[in-house]
């Protein structure tokens, strides 16, 4: 198991958000968010047209994952109301590679600091208490809202690669952020 404390995680509160793990009672609330355009096409997982049954399908997947370790998959909700806005994770895999962060909020939530919120949060949860010493991060170029949450969030660019973009098909171009330690950032 890479990161025993992904899977006995259970919340994290911000000011306004809690972060706990997605289940399967979610899907409902998931499907209309990641069934934007706008959303999936900004992300390196969510397919676009939306497939019935696939937040049920993710879910299941994602809390197998975090069972071994691998994995958090987060539902990011609001304290006020404690309606689901969005989601938030870290995911790896058995080869060993940085925990990758991946958020979305639903369009309606976009704009008010909680992707920030959330981001920092729970890398700075990482960070120091689970057990990750780097984070990263990659964001598709026309994508300037998300490279400003990363760096409010303390991450720095790292460079460039290609990653798949289901939404809108093939592999594109990508930004790479990474996020150390404090202390063990590169100057
Ligand atoms: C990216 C996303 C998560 C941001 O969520 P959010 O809660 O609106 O983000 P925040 O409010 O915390 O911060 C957004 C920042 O980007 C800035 N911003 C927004 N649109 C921008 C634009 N077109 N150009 C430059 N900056 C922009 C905001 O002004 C804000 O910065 P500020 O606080 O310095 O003013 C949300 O837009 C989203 O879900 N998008 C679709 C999915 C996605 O892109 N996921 C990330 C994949 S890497």
Not at 54 to 77: F, H, M, P, S
Request: hydrophobic share 40%; aromatic share 8%; proline share 10%.
């Amino acid at each position: 198991m890479l990161f025993p404390a992904f899977a006995t995680f259970t919340f994290l509160d911000t000011e306004r958000l809690r972060l706990r793990p997605v289940a399967p009672a979610d899907a409902p609330a998931i499907t209309p968010l990641v069934s934007d355009w706008e959303v999936a096409r900004q992300t390196g997982r969510i397919p676009h047209p939306y497939p019935e049954g696939g937040a049920e399908k993710w879910i299941a997947g994602v809390r197998t994952c975090q069972a071994y370790g691998l994995a958090l998959a987060l539902a990011i909700e609001r304290k006020e109301d404690g309606r689901l806005i969005g989601c938030i994770t870290l995911e790896t895999d058995p080869s060993g590679k940085p925990p990758a962060l991946g958020y979305w909020l639903g369009r309606e939530w976009w704009g008010r600091g909680y992707a920030t919120e959330a981001a920092a949060a729970l890398a700075d949860l990482a960070l120091s208490a689970l057990g990750v010493e780097r984070i990263e991060a990659l964001v598709f170029p026309g994508n300037p809202a998300s490279v400003r949450v990363l760096e409010k969030a303390g991450f720095r660019r790292a460079g460039r690669g290609t990653h798949p973009a289901p939404a809108r098909g093939g592999e594109k171009e990508v930004l790479l952020f990474e996020l150390r330690r404090p202390g063990e950032n590169p100057p």
